[in-house]
């Protein structure tokens, strides 16, 4: 995944001259990326996930905003709510993870799941069956 750092909580950190500039990287920990060209560390509240750009974009295509312990989905320009609106938050709360999906709606209310780790990993592991069926 690619991630473009857009602040620096440190002037003594390496990427403190580094804002604006988008690295490839790997999930390290809850709180970290690791680079995976140099192996230095990214602190996740530093970055965001970089859109690619491409003229052939899908214009109902989501994109993935990590921030910190939050992970967003966003919707896309060809959705019929507004664009770039969270159709997703992701919140990592230390026992496991809180999942809020907005209904933009004044007459439904937001859906929540509640998941502690090992029930995540468990519908991780049955959605994988579903989307990659090997």
């Known amino acids: 995944m690619k991630v473009k750092v857009v602040k620096c909580g440190r002037n003594n950190w390496w990427y403190s001259d580094k804002i604006g500039e988008e690295f490839e ?3 390290y920990d809850k709180t ?3 680079v995976i060209e140099n192996g230095h560390l990214l602190y996740k509240e530093d970055v965001e996930v970089a859109k690619e750009n491409t003229e052939s974009e899908d214009p109902t295509e989501e994109r993935v905003v990590v921030k910190g312990n939050v992970i967003k989905v966003k919707s896309a320009q ?3 709510i507004p664009a770039e609106s ?3 938050k992701l919140t990592d709360t230390g026992n496991g ?3 809020k999906f907005p209904t933009y709606s004044s007459v439904k209310q ?3 799941v509640c998941l502690d780790y090992s029930e995540a990993d468990y519908l991780f ?3 994988k069956a579903v989307y990659d069926p090997k």
Do not use: Q
Request: aromatic share 20%; proline share 0%; glycine share 4%.
């Open 78 to 80: 060809g959705y019929c």
């Open 125 to 127: 592991k049955a959605l």
């Open 25 to 27: 990287v790997e999930d």
């Open 32 to 34: 970290d990326f690791r």
């Open 97 to 99: 993870y809180i999942v």
């Open 86 to 88: 969270t159709l997703l």
């Open 110 to 112: 937001d859906n929540y």
